[in-house]
């Protein structure tokens, strides 16, 4: 026997049969646990006496080992289906506002897959945009997704790999999209929103738990457009009405500075006069 690696293939009562990885069967002594498809090693004196191969018909022998690539080539296809990761792709970006899309990118920034989860942009305009660079794919969605809201984007790019990757990312964003909040994600998010159906930025978004934390995603906040995205997105913060009593309460206070600014300009303007 060329190696003492085998596969269990059946288990008597008494005794095993098991494949080697020259495709013979051999009859091995029958120990406790053996379970079929387990992977073992054996020695000479595991096998039984009386001859090493089996008395197993070539016809049985065909479909036991068509039987094993059966079940492998099932393992290998569970790992393709759930893996979120599409040949080549090395980041993934996804957009939320009128309509949502997510962008799967290789390492040149090139769109590799484009799917819109709701469904709010047609399948045509998707399927042009593969092979596009990802300035172009956002100048061509950016009429989809503009609103007089903020529009939510989210992106995974492995880190130490390509420091300025992000960076372009980000620089491209800024560009073609007029106000954003931006929330960076890892490899796990990407697993658990696919799981959830969700978009990267909304699965990104459940996770924000206070208005502080909210406002470091964003340039420069304007509390008007950022109530009315807590408000449509109520469903995925989990303190939406708190936070919106805050964002009301800093929206007073801001109109409360203008007014002093507006009075200390008055008063400048009366001593001017005097």
């Given at each position: ?98 309509a949502s899309i997510e962008l799967s990118l290789d390492k040149n920034k090139k ?55 992000i960076d372009d990312i980000r620089t491209a964003i800024d560009k073609e999209l007029?106000e954003v909040i931006f929330i960076n994600a890892n490899k796990d998010d990407i ?84």
């Amino acid at each position: 026997m060329d190696s003492n690696k085998v596969i269990i293939m059946e288990v008597k009562d008494d005794y095993a049969i098991v494949m080697t990885s020259d495709f013979e069967f051999i009859k091995i002594k029958k120990k406790k646990s053996m379970t079929e498809g387990q992977k073992i090693y054996i020695v000479d004196e595991d096998i039984c006496q009386g001859g090493d191969k089996t008395s197993l018909s070539n016809k049985n022998k065909l479909l036991k080992i068509l039987g094993l690539i059966a079940i492998l080539l099932g393992i290998l296809l569970l790992a393709f289906l759930f893996n979120p990761f599409k040949k080549d792709t090395y980041a993934t970006a996804s957009f939320d506002g009128d309509a949502s899309i997510e962008l799967s990118l290789d390492k040149n920034k090139k769109i590799i897959e484009a799917i819109s989860r709701d469904d709010s942009i047609p399948s045509g305009e998707l399927e042009n945009l593969k092979g596009k660079s990802f300035e172009y794919g956002l100048d061509e969605i950016d009429d989809y997704l503009e609103n007089d809201n903020y529009i939510l984007a989210s992106c995974y790019v492995p880190s130490g790999e390509n420091d300025n990757y992000i960076d372009d990312i980000r620089t491209a964003i800024d560009k073609e999209l007029s106000e954003v909040i931006f929330i960076n994600a890892n490899k796990d998010d990407i697993k658990q929103a696919q799981k959830e159906n969700k978009t990267l930025g909304q699965y990104k978004l459940q996770s924000v738990a206070s208005l502080s934390e909210l406002e470091k995603y964003i340039n420069n906040v304007n509390y008007n457009k950022l109530d009315k995205f807590v408000l449509t997105n109520s469903d995925l913060i989990k303190n939406s009405t708190h936070m919106r009593q805050q964002i009301k309460n800093k929206r007073l206070n801001d109109k409360d500075n203008d007014e002093d600014d507006d009075d200390d300009q008055e008063e400048e303007n009366d001593d001017d006069d005097d």
